[in-house]
């Protein structure tokens, strides 16, 4: 691998890992079921008699040797391990500052804590998206005797109680006849009728431990304020320069010894 920066070999550590699996999948299969590539054969006749029968040659090509095979593949290997290698050395020294609207909030963090950070953040972001907020359309007022972050309605809600009664009123009197005088009494005529009236007042004051959605909105923008200075942290970060050190050749010889 040559010089570059730390964000170049992460651009292509999946590849040289993949490739390296492969390679070595395509290897000990190789060496599992296609073993007579590494054969190679001559088979020739001789006739006993002048006059007799000459057959062709046979030929088996000798395709490979298990030494070039393990050199193809040990190449990929070297790769790989060295890109890792820098990688891991590279992130022990590849650190940034968390700038936040011009102000450090914290120094020389790591690239892969910077890296954790934006994912554990966002999580973060989905418990505050959740917050429940004051109903909209109604006056609260800060009620600090309930302590901090209470709120309380502005004007009690305010219903009645009510009671069905009974009302009347005579609409013709009764009659009855004089005494000796003939005729039949006739009974008084009443309306009645239900009227509901009040009896009394329910008061209901109302408090709450919610947040206004204006201070919701501001905790949401900070949280993103947050999330792009990490993200900036990790990108000056990863523009290290690859610490160049390598120990994949070194491996891979003593495996071949």
């Known amino acids: 691998m040559g010089k570059g920066k730390l964000h170049e070999l992460l651009a292509v550590e999946s590849d040289l890992e993949g490739r390296a699996r492969n390679i070595m999948n395509e290897t000990r299969k190789v060496f599992s079921d296609k073993a007579v590539l590494f054969m190679g054969a001559v088979r020739s006749y001789n006739p006993f008699v002048d006059d007799g029968i000459d057959y062709p040659s046979e030929y088996q090509e000798l395709t490979s040797t298990v030494d070039e095979k393990l050199s193809y593949t040990g190449k990929t290997i070297v790769q790989y391990y060295d890109a890792l290698l820098q990688k891991e050395a590279t992130n022990q020294v590849a650190k940034a500052d968390l700038i936040v609207d011009g102000v450090v909030i914290a120094s020389n963090l790591p690239a892969t804590f910077l890296l954790g950070m934006e994912s554990r953040l966002r999580k973060v972001r989905e418990v505050y998206e959740k917050i429940p907020t004051l109903s909209i ?87 993103d304020t947050l999330l792009r200075a990490v993200k900036k942290a990790r990108q000056r970060a990863n523009s290290t320069e690859v610490v160049k050190v390598n120990v994949g050749k070194a491996l891979m010889d003593y495996i071949n010894g």
């Open 137 to 223: 359309g109604t006056e609260w007022q800060k009620d600090e005797s309930k302590g901090e972050g209470v709120w309380c309605v502005a004007h009690p809600e305010e219903t009645m109680k009510t009671e069905k009664t009974v009302k009347s009123k005579v609409l013709y009197d009764a009659k009855f006849p004089k005494a000796n005088e003939g005729g039949q009494s006739i009974p008084a005529v009443i309306d009645k009728w239900t009227e509901t009236v009040n009896v009394g007042k329910y008061t209901k004051h109302v408090w709450s431990g919610m947040v206004s959605p204006a201070r919701k909105s501001e905790l949401l923008d900070r949280i």
